[in-house]
């Protein structure tokens, strides 16, 4: 059986009141400090642990706040993940994760936050995408901070550079020479807002004083993993010679990694035959036999500046301005292109 608060008060030999106010330091100068200190020992000794459920019904705060964020087969978001949790308990939040696990990355379909007590909210999502479709009315009010995406609204959110990330890395594999490109994607792109690197991409071929051509290469599985990536190298590779692009960029570093396999075991080699470059800079893409050239995008600072606005939104209260942010892409030169 857990222990429970009367357990710490009948053991203390105080009140249920005093236990409370001491735990939850809301004790100030009227509990003698030897009582506190007693209560304080006395919880530690019967390994008491709180019920921050009932605490935040009681207090309305939990120091609780929900991440949502979708497709936790790409460590990319494992890394945004593990950042932010780190982040914020470093300053006394706890973290509960609604990783959405269907193939459109939507939380609508089960929602399984809805309901909890949660002082705030970062949330992964399209430009569209509104915290209040997947924890409805508990969403009023509440803070939130989006992630990944320019948005048009005039909420808080914070995105990288992502149409930049196209130009660089299109301009990067031009200036190399190369004039036939593809751009490996798992989806239509024809949405610049859920695909603003292809845009880039494409809008830098276009302005470029050579002529470039570019084919949009949609990946055999229509998910962002490596074995849809593999399949699609396979693909590519069987291609003839002068068919295939000299050059491609990939949605981002999972479907890269897939790609340069597939590539390679059907016979190429990168990037003397074919040139790869992919987007995110995850660590995996270093690992390959040739470290992948890739759009870095540091998750550090991102996550950093995601929870500074979130927790200035929950200090300042619901009046607090929002905030916007673009982080810039960089290239990161590997060995595959």
């Not at 236990?19 to 020992?41: C, P």
Request: include cysteine; hydrophobic fraction near 40%.
């Amino acid at each position: 059986m857990p222990v429970s608060i009367r357990d710490v008060a009948a053991k203390a030999g105080v009140s249920l009141a005093t236990v409370s106010k001491v735990l939850n330091d809301r004790s100030g100068s009227r509990i003698a400090v030897n009582t506190q200190t007693r209560v304080r020992e006395t919880a530690a000794a019967l390994g008491y642990q709180p019920n921050r459920f009932a605490r935040g019904i009681a207090v309305r705060r939990t120091d609780t706040l929900a991440l949502l964020i979708s497709g936790l087969q790409n460590p990319f978001f494992l890394s945004v993940l593990e950042e932010s949790e780190k982040q914020l308990m470093s300053v006394g939040y706890q973290v509960i994760v609604d990783a959405a696990p269907s193939i459109d990355g939507t939380y609508v379909t089960h929602g399984k936050l809805r309901g909890w007590p949660v002082d705030g909210a970062l949330m992964w999502g399209g430009g569209e995408d509104k915290l209040s479709s997947f924890l409805g009315t508990q969403s009023v009010n509440l803070p939130v901070v989006y992630l990944g995406y320019r948005r048009e609204d005039q909420s808080s959110w914070v995105a990288f550079d992502l149409y930049q990330g196209g130009k660089i890395a299109a301009k990067y594999l031009i200036d190399k020479g190369y004039t036939r490109l593809g751009f490996v994607h798992p989806w239509d792109t024809s949405d610049e807002q859920r695909f603003p690197a292809f845009h880039g991409f494409q809008d830098a071929c276009r302005s470029a004083q050579s002529k470039v051509d570019i084919e949009t290469i949609r990946t055999v599985r229509y998910e962002e993993t490596q074995r849809s990536g593999l399949e699609t190298g396979l693909r590519i590779a069987s291609m003839p010679a002068q068919n295939r692009p000299q050059a491609v960029m990939c949605h981002n570093d999972v479907i890269a990694i897939g790609l340069y396999h597939g590539l390679i075991r059907g016979g190429l080699r990168v990037p003397e035959d074919i040139a790869l470059v992919g987007f995110d800079g995850i660590e995996e893409g270093q690992c390959l036999d040739k470290p992948l050239t890739t759009i870095h995008t540091p998750v550090d600072q991102f996550c950093r500046k995601a929870i500074d606005i979130l927790l200035s939104k929950l200090s300042g209260g619901p009046e607090w301005p929002n905030e916007q942010c673009v982080l810039p892409a960089k290239l990161l030169r590997g060995e595959t292109a």
